[in-house]
């Protein structure tokens, strides 16, 4: 079993304070306030992290979905647009709308896009997502 670990601290009010993310072996960082989180503020925030962390294991899972069906991808490009709206006067994140550009030779595009969707519905980020939020797939060869 594999177990992952991140830190949080902040410092302050919800309005004034501001803290720092952190992952556990030091490959992300990253400061965070209301405003960065709630506005266009300098800084990071949770819904980006989970952002990355979904982008970045559907891009591994599709070159590896790909390579599996004998098309090695050269390179997967995956953008993840979380969307934060007001559910119940709450913050949630309601969808999450995923990007993606693959070079891969030989594959074409009907093949490409199951191999696509298998992955979206399959990779272990989308499965602890999928039951709360939305998660959408545009998908392209490059």
Known sequence: MTIRSATAQWQGTILDGAGTIRTGKGGLEGAYSFK????????TNPEEL??????GCFSMALAKGLGDAGFPATSVDTTAKVHLDRVDGAP????????????AAGIDEAEFLKIADVTKQNCP????????AEITLTA???
């Open 36 to 43: 960065s989180r709630f506005e266009e503020g300098e800084g």
């Open 50 to 55: 989970i952002g990355a962390a979904l982008a």
């Open 92 to 103: 949630t994140v309601t969808r999450i709308d995923l990007e993606n550009t693959v070079v």
């Open 125 to 132: 980020i989308s499965r602890l997502l999928a039951p709360g």
């Open 140 to 142: 392209s060869l490059g």
